[in-house]
């Protein structure tokens, strides 16, 4: 069973800096693109950074120059630096990823159980 957990979330002023994790387990054989999301109260989930298996990155608008994707060399675990933040990016982050897993010829889209990033004013 394939698993993503994030972590790093929590409550920061306006203007501070977050980093969260996510950490791929279980019965993998290749991950795809890995890709951050947020939710916030109210909204719907929204794309907020992707990074292909070759290094390509695509960002939301509302986070471009504020925000950074990155992967580490076993690709089993990507990051989101996020600087600058402000209010607005307060919401439920969520990893997700297009897993392989062993024994099997279907790519499976997968999500982490999401972390709480709160900005105060």
């Known amino acids: 069973q394939v698993q993503l957990v994030e972590s790093g979330g929590g409550l920061v002023q306006a203007g501070g800096s977050l980093k969260l994790s996510c950490v791929a387990s279980?019965?993998?054989?290749?991950?795809?693109?890995m890709a951050w999301y947020r939710q916030a109260p109210g909204k719907e989930r929204e794309m907020v950074a992707t990074i292909a298996r070759g290094g390509s990155t695509r960002y939301a608008d509302s986070v471009k120059d504020r925000f950074t994707i990155s992967r580490d060399s076993t690709k089993k675990i990507w990051y989101l630096q996020m600087n600058s933040l402000q209010p607005e990016d307060t919401a439920v982050f969520y990893c997700n990823a297009d897993v392989l897993p062993n024994n099997s010829d279907r790519f499976r889209d997968v999500w982490g159980q999401g972390t709480q990033v709160t900005v105060s004013a």
């Open positions: 279980g019965s993998i054989f290749a991950i795809r693109d």
